[in-house]
Each structure stands twice: as structure tokens, then as C-alpha cells.
Nanobody
Framework: QVQLVESGGGWVQAGGSLRLSCVAS????????MGWFRQAPGKEREFVAA????????DYANSVKGRFTISRDNVRNTMYLQMNSLKPEDTAAYYC??????????????WGQGTQVTVSS
């Protein structure tokens, strides 16, 4: 069982930066692949970024590539999403997720409650 808690969301002007954190409780955090997803009002939840258990492999949605960076600290049981050059279209609730299998789809086993990111123009 893994419990995930996101933090770091907030309001920022376009062009600004935010760093999201996802703290995992439970053992064996380092054995889980981790992902970030987001959901804007009226839209489906979409993939943002993922990293494997080691942090050496990662993937990004085309919409965030070059602006967002996913990372993890297996000692602190924490995953991060550094978001730079934010755009109004990045406004959404951001969710972290964990699964024993590295994947880019939405079928992750464990999910956090989400943190809101609002980017104003």
C-alpha cells in the first residue's frame, strides 16, 4: 500500500515557475514507477510526465517537454515536478501516481488527492 500526498501548487503568472512535490508513505518507494498527471475542468485527466524506479528513465507529454522536469529522491520518498515557463493552458489539478510498472497511461495503481496549479495570463 502506498499513500501519496502532493504539495506545491498555487497561483503564478504566465512565464513563472512552480515546483510540485509528492511524498509517498509506505515501504518500497524505490521499487515504484511514478508519474504526474493533470486534469483541467471539463477535460479528461492527461499524462504529464513519468519516471522509472531509479529516476534514470523519464518521459514527458509533448505539451510540457522542455519546460517541465520530473525527478525523485528515493531517500526522502519524494518525487518532484519542476515547472518552468508556465502557460495559462497548464492550469489544472495535478496528481501524482505510483505503480510497480513503468507506464505512460492512466492505469496507475495509487493516486494522490491532487494540488491545484493556476497560471494567469
Amino acid at each position: 500500500q502506498v499513500q501519496l500526498v502532493e504539495s506545491g501548487g498555487g497561483w503564478v503568472q504566465a512565464g513563472g515557475s512552480l515546483r510540485l512535490s509528492c511524498v509517498a508513505s509506505g515501504r518500497s518507494f524505490s521499487s515504484y514507477a511514478m508519474g504526474w498527471f493533470r486534469q483541467a475542468p471539463g477535460k479528461e485527466r492527461e499524462f504529464v510526465a513519468a519516471t522509472d524506479w531509479s529516476g534514470r528513465t523519464s518521459d514527458y507529454a509533448n505539451s510540457v517537454k522542455g519546460r517541465f522536469t520530473i525527478s525523485r529522491d528515493n531517500v526522502r520518498n519524494t518525487m518532484y515536478l519542476q515547472m518552468n515557463s508556465l502557460k495559462p493552458e497548464d492550469t489544472a489539478a495535478y496528481y501524482c501516481a505510483a505503480d510497480r510498472v513503468y507506464k505512460l497511461g492512466r492505469s496507475y495503481e495509487y493516486w494522490g488527492q491532487g494540488t491545484q496549479v493556476t497560471v494567469s495570463s
